[in-house]
């Protein structure tokens, strides 16, 4: 009852963090919006906070999550398409021959996509995901997915809550993709993710209405696209901004524009031993034009070898 | 204070409604999904209740708010376009002739709404809203239109967030023209807003990063898109809806055929002396194809004139 009501008191704020400049930064700016009187007070229903996902909350490393449930989905899906036994970049995955994917080019990617989160309801495609996120696990620690969210990213999100923030979810990610997954990763209920989406068609199937997803982007949620999915989803300009990749450089930027309080950071993968160590070069979550943009702008970034302690819960 | 810890206790509940059978069958499903234990026990989090806007929270005769809105920018812009003095369905608008917006067509409904919504940002856009909000009035009441809203919908959709339910509006109207207005009317905030979208572009003007509002519709909220846009936005399904025209039929059964509790009422003008009567010939708001459904499905249908004590809170 005591940790409930008096957190503050009870436990340490952000221990996964460091003591240094990273947590100081945030600590500092948490006092400032939320300082009745102070200068930088925001109200409470502008505390908003939103988070990209891949390579911010959770790995991106050896590959996107999502990745990994699309070559689950080609072998499940396999045997009613002896097509793709012949046929890039399905041939290559059923070979087991991951970089052959990346021979198929965008479109080959987006082959994937329609094959596998296409074609079916709404409904059944959450059931799809929910069954894999029961029993997948990360191809390098053996953990379930709802296991490897970064233990100083939770308590953030945990914190800004507990300071009267709402959290949200801003990722390329597909939005349908995530929504089975966050709360129990994150705390984050699926209205508050936001994602790429494809189109759905509403439809009557024997008496019964259901929406049917179509083999059609809707939204890419990704660079330029977020501060208008952003906008679009939420409708106000976010004051606290969390990202890891040039993907997220715009919104960023754009939120840190804004008159008014905002606050940024990047989630740097600096740790090789006890996650993954990339930017510059990477193919995936790149962090380049963004690590430039960091330094010009005054957003912080975060060491994750140097200001974070621990990186999972299961690290306990 | 009391009023406030106590509700149930220290106040009728929905006291602008009548007694009878409407109230009553929404009282049931409130008590039936909050009570522990129960057969109808719905948890908090899965509370989700959306809302039409036009004819169900607010008027849409003698036009749909955001027409006015149109009409009133087309007249502000006309003097930077003088070529609209010859070009329908600008020429109609400005001449007064409202019924010869109709000989447009289709096509001059889009041309009148990328006319006056598309070319500014997304911050100038609200900013055009916000301040026709200000000053504008229903051409009936002479009200703004921050008072224009039912009362008793706005009891209604207390209620509902006294008991724990998420209220959300889901409206053919522009998203954007809407979240201005919401909270002060309804207390829904913008993020609980879902509606039309145009497509926005992000863009660097002088340094500053901006959303563009391009002339270019990107979804359509209406009918068969009801469905589709709260999946999108909400991803959930809702379990209360309410609606008042053709345009919700989709929402309506969507949400009723899920599994579960699913409660879905139409508000029905009746009352040509404090509000209007229209429903299966009406040009706007068409009740035609649902209120045949409403029998079928057993939706509740709200007699406006025998169902509510009040329409607006300005008349106590
Ligand atoms: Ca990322
Ligand atoms: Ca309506």
Redesign the interface.
Known sequence: FVATVLPAIAQETLPSWSDGAAKTRILDFVKATTTEGGEGFVAP?DR?AVFDNDGTLWPEQPYYVQLGFILDRVKTLAPQHPEWKTKEPFKSILAGDLKGIARGGEKGIVDLVMSTHAGMT?DQFAKIVTDWFATAKHPKTGKPFDEMGYLPMRELLDYLRDNGF?TYIVSGGG??FM?PIT?KAYGI???Q?VGS?I????AIVGD??V?RRLPKI??VDDG??K??GI??????KPIFVAGNSDGDA?ML??VT?AKGPGFAMIVHHTDAEREYAYDRESAFGKLDRALNEAERRNWLVVDMKADWKTIYASEH
Request: charged share 30%.
């Open positions: 229903q908003i709404s709402k939005v349908e929504r709360e209920p699926p209205e993710v989406t189109l759905t068609e509403y019964v209405p929406l809707d939204f330029p696209g501060p208008s906008n679009k989803f939420i409708g106000r715009e930027r754009w524009a």
